[in-house]
T-cell receptor
Framework: QKEVEQNSGPLSVPEGAIASLNCTYSDRGSQSFFWYRQYSGKSPELIMS????GDKEDGRFTAQLNKASQYVSLLIRDSQPSDSATYLCAVNILGNEKLTFGTGTRLTIIP | EAGVAQSPRYKIIEKRQSVAFWCNPISGHATLYWYQQILGQGPKLLIQFQNNGVVDDSQLPKDRFSAERLKGVDSTLKIQPAKLEDSAVYLC???????????FGPGTRLTVT
């Protein structure tokens, strides 16, 4: 079982709709969770971090964490063509202090 | 605030040659990371420094890869000799400390022919 799993996609969403990206992780000791956006040919850019169960909102982005079920998700409201990118989920394990990345989900927003 | 700087941005070498990459982290960031990202995959951690000490280098192929951060600021990653499978993007990231958010530099795209 992979430590961090994401559906590789591609995920196609109409412009203006909600895009929902999911990530599951295997280690119950995981403490910190991050979402990065990576445009083609560019480096990952941090967009959200979440540390406790529940929702965290930042503009059009909402991160959701459920430690009991070991998943973290990212919702993008009012999706724009500029949101088309690969979204990487990263998990930090307490005591390990390194990030483990998923393979990413490629999101395409259709105008 | 200036971001993470890396150079060069692109490098093409022949197999068995050597290459070096340089990284300057965000000012004040104690932790520095080197990642390898192969097309279609997530970044894979090669080595992690806290100030000038190595925290984790378990996935660094030590027979050909080396890295240093002598004064706890800039870092250099070297590959000698390079293999075809080393073709990838090499990303440097920094964070204020262990377990905090990481910020990535623009990366170096290495092609080994």
């Amino acid at each position: 079982q992979k430590e961090v799993e994401q559906n590789s996609g591609p995920l196609s969403v109409p412009e203006g709709a909600i895009a929902s990206l999911n990530c599951t992780y295997s280690d119950r000791g995981s403490q910190s969770f991050f979402w990065y956006r990576q445009y083609s040919g560019k480096s990952p850019e941090l967009i959200m971090s979440i540390y406790s169960n529940g929702d965290k909102e930042d503009g059009r982005f909402t991160a959701q964490l459920n430690k009991a079920s070991q998943y973290v998700s990212l919702l993008i409201r009012d999706s724009q063509p500029s949101d088309s990118a690969t979204y990487l989920c990263a998990v930090n394990i307490l005591g390990n202090e390194k990030l483990t990345f998923g393979t990413g989900t490629r999101l395409t927003i259709i105008p | 605030e200036a971001g993470v700087a890396q150079s060069p941005r692109y490098k093409i070498i022949e197999k068995r040659q050597s290459v070096a990459f340089w990284c300057n982290p965000i000012s004040g960031h104690a932790t520095l990371y080197w990642y390898q990202q192969i097309l279609g995959q997530g970044p894979k951690l090669l080595i992690q420094f806290q100030n000038n000490g190595v925290v984790d280098d378990s996935q660094l192929p030590k027979d050909r890869f080396s890295a240093e951060r002598l004064k706890g600021v800039d870092s250099t990653l070297k590959i000698q000799p390079a293999k075809l499978e080393d073709s990838a993007v090499y990303l440097c990231a920094s964070s204020p400390g262990l377990g905090y958010e990481q910020y990535f530099g623009p990366g170096t795209r290495l092609t080994v022919t």
